[in-house]
């Protein structure tokens, strides 16, 4: 049913707050939603930043460690080779070879 000309000023200005109200409770939803999930992303962000922190922690504490060992693997090395000079393998193992064959003779003299 059409609306009345000159109707009703009380009714028609109740209903028209009551659309401005309704509008207002939108909007403000609409901004509570949407602060709410700018939270969740910046929480989600901050939680990677932390995740990244430590890895580059867990990064550096592993070059620390393989730095320091291969420090004191040279101070290791350095202490062996500032000793005394081992003799080589090879020189140990030969033994002196006669050129001559030992002869009937040397055989009874015992040698």
């Known amino acids: 049913m059409p609306p009345k000309k000159g109707g009703n000023e009380k009714k028609e200005g109740g209903r028209a707050k ?23 992303w910046e929480e989600g962000a901050k939680a990677k930043k932390q995740k990244d922190l430590d890895r580059e922690a867990k990064k550096a504490a592993d070059a620390a460690r393989k730095a320091e060992a291969a420090r004191l693997l040279a101070e290791e090395e350095a202490s062996i080779k500032s000793g005394k000079p081992k003799p080589s393998t090879k020189a140990a193992g030969k033994k002196k070879v006669d050129a001559t064959p030992a002869g009937p003779g040397a055989i009874a003299a015992g040698g």
């Open 18 to 40: 009551k659309a401005e109200n309704a509008a207002k409770k939108a909007d403000a939803a609409a901004a509570a939603a949407e602060r709410k999930e700018a939270d969740k």
